[in-house]
T-cell receptor, first 113, second 112 residues
Framework: DSGVTQTPKHLITATGQRVTLRCSPR?????VYWYQQSLDQGLQFLIQ???????AKGNILERFSAQQFPDLHSELNLSSLELGDSALYFC????????????FGPGTRLTVL | GDSVTQMEGPVTLSEEAFLTINCTYT??????LFWYVQYPGEGLQLLLKATKADDKGSNKGFEATYRKETTSFHLEKGSVQVSDSAVYFC???????????FGKGTTLSVSS
């Protein structure tokens, strides 16, 4: 158990809908990262937050957004969902903003029908 | 940009066989290198890491050495077990030290 929690574990929804994925980092970790794992693209970095502020952006679509709250949990919002958004979404956390180990949560499997 | 290339799988071995999973990288500077493992239905777990050239990371019988001259970080284990069956990902820390850049993953299947 990494100490990173993600909810829900599974999410099934329809095209055009909007969903929210939630992540709670390990106790004491200030950085939260979001990754997408799909069969065709592999594991891709989406976005990073550190202590409530956005720090780095990867291949995140404009339909997707994230935030980190004062209690350090983070939410990833996915809107106008398409079939291709079906994937496993991982959250990871680390102590510092860069250079430290990232600990991964169990992931949320999103299926868009 | 930075990238990681690892050998395609699946790799199928018998118990107690020797394991090598090749990983090479392209990056500017001197990134940190990692191996993560993903067991079925679970998230990624850090297996080992190395932060500078010639460093050897090791954990649970697995080893990998940071080779700057060949830009490689191959994963090895002398004697695999059925419980090692999983997907193994090689990764590097990007130049800013924020995101991890992953290889495509190598599936290892060990039979008794």
């Amino acid at each position: 158990d990494s100490g990173v929690t993600q909810t829900p574990k599974h999410l099934i929804t329809a095209t055009g809908q909007r969903v929210t994925l939630r992540c709670s980092p390990r106790s004491g970790d200030l950085s939260v990262y979001w990754y997408q794992q799909s069969l065709d693209q592999g594991l891709q970095f989406l976005i990073q937050y550190y202590n409530g502020e956005e720090r780095a952006k990867g291949n995140i679509l404009e339909r997707f957004s994230a935030q980190q709250f004062p209690d350090l949990h983070s939410e990833l919002n996915l809107s106008s969902l398409e079939l291709g958004d079906s994937a496993l979404y991982f959250c990871a956390s680390s102590v510092r903003t860069s250079g430290s180990e990232q600990f991964f949560g169990p992931g949320t499997r999103l299926t868009v029908l | 940009g930075d990238s990681v290339t690892q050998m395609e799988g699946p790799v199928t071995l018998s118990e107690e066989a020797f394991l090598t999973i090749n990983c090479t990288y392209t990056a500017t500077g001197y990134p940190s290198l990692f191996w993560y493992v993903q067991y079925p239905g679970e998230g990624l777990q850090l297996l080992l890491k190395a932060t500078k050239a010639d460093d050897k990371g090791s954990n649970k019988g697995f080893e990998a050495t940071y080779r700057k001259e060949t830009t490689s970080f191959h994963l090895e284990k002398g004697s695999v077990q059925v419980s090692d069956s999983a997907v193994y990902f090689c990764a590097l820390g990007n130049q800013a030290g924020t995101a991890l850049i992953f290889g495509k993953g190598t599936t290892l299947s060990v039979s008794s």
